[in-house]
């Protein structure tokens, strides 16, 4: 199997397409323990998915979006979505935070790499799964909702749109509510959203319009999140506000927070322990990089697979 794999990520079909923002770069074997996906810029430079892909979506470029079908209110709950596990497939894909630039790669534990087990009657994941750039739910400060401290990650998202994305695509995606986890004693805030481009976008505004359109995926999210552990020999997870799905406005809320504590993370003024915070874009981050040493820290990956695969 060859090493080098690109993939160019283009908007979804929607009214009209955007030129590719960004693309993907997979390096080494799916399915092993080497295997990464990088990430490009429009110009062909490395970036960091967790710290140089914005937050918001950028109205100048619309990602796709056509912007007199865009309602000003709509344009503040537009976000880029990374996606990480596109929908019904098993493997535990996650942005690596603990490493350089960090790609996406298969979660590891006990030596093994993991899976999401089959939850009755699904199959693998039952949204597109993914995280917003930018965030960080910080591990040292207790979330006033949950009384909990932070899982250490971005926050994730559960996408509920029509399509089949692919893992390292980049999405704008509409905000609707939230669900708050607690996995472990951590709290894990699961973003339930939409891709903006998709044809039932226009019908989603808020949390109720999932109820409404889309009848028993709330309640299916919810019993997926509380047993998906139950094979692993772990207990149900509990929640947040007793399982109830919180509206757009609260969702928000805590974007806004996560974001500050992402921006208190990469200007070093909180402990951020393992996290790296390596980025080519953020210019004023005591951690930003130069292209070349970007370049640098890729190939060195590359011959580290290289190495092993030799061996």
């Known amino acids: 199997v060859s090493l080098w794999h690109r993939n160019v990520n283009y908007a979804r079909p929607g009214p009209r397409r955007a030129m590719a923002l960004y693309r993907t770069e997979e390096r080494g074997r799916p399915c092993s323990r080497d295997y990464r996906v990088f990430f490009k810029n429009v110009a062909g430079h490395y970036i960091s998915p967790f710290h140089d892909i914005p937050l918001k979506v950028d109205s100048k470029e619309e990602n796709g979006i056509p912007s007199k ?16 596990v596109p929908r019904w497939t098993n493997a535990k894909m996650e942005i690596a935070t603990k490493e350089p630039l960090n790609p996406i790669k298969q979660d590891v534990k006990d030596g093994r790499l993991r899976y999401a087990a ?30 909990c401290c932070g899982d250490n990650d971005p926050i994730d998202v559960c996408e509920i749109g029509s399509k089949v994305l692919s893992r390292g695509e980049v999405i704008p995606v509409k905000v609707l509510g939230i669900l708050g986890l607690i996995d472990e004693g951590e709290t894990d805030w699961k973003l339930i959203a939409i891709n903006a481009n998709d044809p039932e976008a226009s019908k989603f505004h808020d949390i109720g319009d999932v109820k409404k359109f889309k009848p028993g995926y709330l309640e299916a999210t919810l019993n997926w999140f509380r047993v998906y552990k139950v094979p692993e020999g772990k207990p149900e997870n509990q929640f947040a506000f007793n399982g109830e799905f919180k509206n757009k406005a609260f969702a928000l809320e805590i974007i806004k927070s996560t974001h500050e ?10 402990n951020g322990g393992a996290i790296n915070c390596t980025n080519v874009q953020v210019c004023d981050s005591p951690f930003h990089c130069t292209q070349d040493e970007a370049r640098s820290l890729v190939e060195s990956v590359r011959e580290q697979a290289w ?3 030799g061996k």
């Open 69 to 84: 079908k865009a309602r000003n209110d709509e344009y503040e709950n537009l976000f880029n979505m990374v996606v990480e």
């Open 118 to 147: 089959n939850i009755f009657p699904h199959k693998g994941y039952i949204w597109n799964y993914g995280a917003l750039p930018q965030t960080w739910e910080d591990p040292h400060e207790k979330d006033k909702s949950t009384n």
């Open 261 to 270: 504590c992402w921006k208190a993370l990469l200007m070093k003024k909180c």
């Open 307 to 309: 190495y092993f695969l």
